[in-house]
C-alpha cells in the first residue's frame, strides 16, 4: 500500500513539473513576439505576402 501512495506522489510531482515547464516555454515566445514594433511585424507580413503571391517558375 505504500508503494502505491509513493507512486502516485511522484506522478503528480512530474505532473506539475510538466505545466511549470510548459509555463515557462509558453511565457519566452509570448516575450519574443512581443518584442517587435508594430512597423517590423507590418514589414514581416509585407515580405510573407509577397512570398506567398510571387508566381512559381
Same mark, same amino acid.
Given at each position: 500500500?505504500? %508503494? *502505491? !501512495? %509513493? /507512486? /502516485?506522489?511522484? @506522478?503528480? @510531482?512530474?505532473? @506539475?513539473?510538466?505545466?511549470?515547464? =510548459?509555463?515557462?516555454?509558453?511565457? $519566452?515566445?509570448? &516575450?519574443?513576439? $512581443?518584442?517587435? =514594433?508594430?512597423?517590423? !511585424? *507590418?514589414?514581416? @507580413? &509585407?515580405?510573407?505576402?509577397? %512570398?506567398? =503571391? *510571387?508566381?512559381?517558375?
Amino acid at each position: 500500500m505504500r %508503494q *502505491r !501512495i %509513493q /507512486w /502516485w506522489k511522484l @506522478l503528480g @510531482l512530474a505532473g @506539475l513539473a510538466g505545466v511549470a515547464a =510548459t509555463g515557462v516555454v509558453v511565457a $519566452r515566445a509570448e &516575450r519574443r513576439r $512581443r518584442a517587435y =514594433t508594430p512597423e517590423e !511585424i *507590418r514589414d514581416r @507580413l &509585407r515580405e510573407r505576402h509577397a %512570398q506567398a =503571391t *510571387r508566381p512559381s517558375s
